[in-house]
């Protein structure tokens, strides 16, 4: 009941000294859920390393801007620069650099005088530029890390195309403001159905270019950004819905 996303690093702290492992695994989970809180706190700044590259790097680590990532892992270099700097490598891995906004990367990351002065740091910001570059050309899959989205990331896919036939899938980034083309439908279509279950977009029926129903299911993998065939159904379907619950597919 004491435990609260302003003491949370400091309990954090302390638990790991004193091996009390329940109270870690409840203080851990806060952090997760409160990192735009407890980054800004004097606690964050006084994390060892490791810890810190270990929140940092974490699959469920909670934030609405990847820019607070990279923010706060500067922050922490910089609070003792002298014996820190050495790390900063480290920290820029555990941020998806390529999902901070174009322009961020290019005027504040890519000119940052502490990156620019290590050749570690300076490869990993410029591998980065590589991925947003062929992410917003739509130029082949993005596998790097520094390109995969967070497991608590939310977000919103647009299907469409230039005529009635839809062959396009957008990615809006509400964080960077920028819609970004992905992998184009395999088998452009109208009147389907699509539906999101956990990271994966599933398109059923609707009619092809050659004007017959059809029964196929796409599906596209949001995190290897990948169309697949699943199963098709069992009746072809056109301008019909389909709806999730308890990770199944629905198509009325």
Known sequence: RELHPTNCLGMLLLSDAHQCAKLFELSWSMCLSHFPTICKTEDFLQLPKDMLVQL????????????????????????????????LPELLRTVRLALLPAIFLMENVSTEELINKQAKSRELVDEAIRCKLKILQNDGVVTSLCARPRKTSHALFLLGGQTFM????????????????????????????????????YVTGGRGSENGVSKDVWVYDTVHEEWSKAAPMLIARFGHGSAELRHCLYVV
Request: with cysteine; hydrophobic share 35%; aromatic share 8%.
């Open 56 to 87: 940092l790097s974490h699959e469920e680590l909670e934030t609405e801007d990847e820019r607070l990532v990279y923010e706060s892992a500067l922050n922490w270099v910089n609070f003792d620069l002298e014996r820190r700097h050495c790390h």
């Open 166 to 201: 839809c062959d396009k899938l957008y990615l809006v980034d509400q964080k960077a403001k920028e819609i970004i083309p992905k992998a184009d439908i395999p088998s452009p279509r109208k009147e389907f159905s699509a539906c999101a279950i956990g990271c994966k977009v």
